[in-house]
């Protein structure tokens, strides 16, 4: 296999996990109060439900202060292959809320993150 077979591969395998976890059953509801949120994250009108498993950033993505997307600012940003602490998940959304220390510092789509047991570096 050469290097443009082997991208192309390993797209293939981040795209088929990012659609595994979109669809990924998403445990009880977290009450929408008991979210703690860095000053300038937006809260959720939707309310959240808990993550089913812990993560890691599949491709390089901003941190957006508002699951929305439009008319956000971007609050930072993760790297390829760096672990995720997602707090929550939004209800209605393919959006999660990530956090530093139990604080929600930003909200990142879905399709960019994977699984830490299926992330493959």
């Not at 082997?6 to 929408?32: E, N, Q």
């Not at 957006?64 to 209605?92: E, M």
């Not at 604080?103 to 994977?114: E, F, N």
């Amino acid at each position: 296999m050469n290097f443009a077979e082997s991208r192309v591969s390993g797209v293939a395998l981040v795209f088929a996990a990012a659609v595994s976890l979109a669809g990924a059953a998403w445990a009880a509801d977290i009450p929408a109060d008991s979210v703690k949120l860095a000053p300038g994250v937006v809260k959720a009108m939707e309310g959240y439900e808990s993550p089913p498993t812990s993560y890691i950033d599949a491709n390089p993505t901003d941190v957006y202060n508002d699951h929305y997307f439009y008319n956000t600012k971007v609050t930072g940003a993760l790297k390829r292959g760096q672990k995720v602490d997602v707090l929550a998940k939004v209800k209605g959304w393919d959006w999660v809320l990530v956090g530093r220390n139990g604080t929600g510092i930003g909200y990142v789509a879905i399709s960019m993150l994977s699984p830490s047991d299926k992330y493959i570096p």
